[in-house]
């Protein structure tokens, strides 16, 4: 039987597979700590430090313009983009793309495994 480790990671790889445009992937804790990464590099802990203070704040927004619970954010940079999913205010999904990536294909795969790191996580 798959440990919970091992089940996060299939997961991971097979979002990873699923685009191109995918760069980079990871599970962060809330707390900041990685608790799966596959960004590549060594981006890892300033990756999970980052994208849980961005999911805080995305938590306190949401929360402050009362327009629901907090699911996901999207940032575009010049080079490339960075999304972040909430996974049942447990942890989140960070995942980098590339410029000009196909956002509606990587938003449909990513929900999905969202929803299965939901089950797991």
Same mark, same amino acid.
């Given at each position: 039987?798959?440990?919970?480790?091992?089940?996060?990671?299939?997961?991971?790889?097979?979002?990873?597979?699923?685009?191109?445009?995918?760069?980079?992937?990871?599970?962060?804790?809330?707390? %900041?700590?990685?608790?799966? +990464?596959?960004?590549?590099?060594?981006?890892?802990?300033?990756?999970?430090?980052? /994208? @849980?203070? *961005? #999911?805080?704040?995305?938590?306190?927004?949401?929360?402050?313009?009362?327009?629901?619970?907090?699911?996901?954010?999207?940032?575009?940079?010049?080079?490339? %983009?960075?999304?972040?999913? +909430?996974?049942?205010?447990?942890?989140?999904?960070?995942?980098?793309?590339?410029? /000009? @990536?196909? *956002? #509606?294909?990587?938003?449909?795969?990513?929900?999905?495994?969202?929803?299965?790191?939901?089950?797991?996580?």
């Amino acid at each position: 039987m798959a440990t919970k480790q091992e089940k996060i990671d299939a997961v991971l790889n097979e979002l990873k597979m699923a685009t191109s445009d995918i760069k980079g992937l990871g599970v962060i804790s809330p707390d %900041g700590m990685m608790i799966a +990464d596959h960004l590549g590099g060594d981006q890892g802990d300033a990756a999970a430090a980052m /994208g @849980a203070a *961005l #999911g805080s704040l995305a938590k306190r927004v949401t929360t402050t313009l009362k327009v629901g619970e907090f699911q996901e954010v999207n940032i575009r940079g010049t080079n490339a %983009g960075i999304l972040l999913f +909430d996974i049942e205010s447990r942890a989140a999904l960070i995942i980098t793309v590339s410029k /000009g @990536a196909n *956002l #509606g294909l990587v938003l449909l795969e990513a929900r999905q495994a969202q929803s299965q790191l939901g089950q797991i996580i």
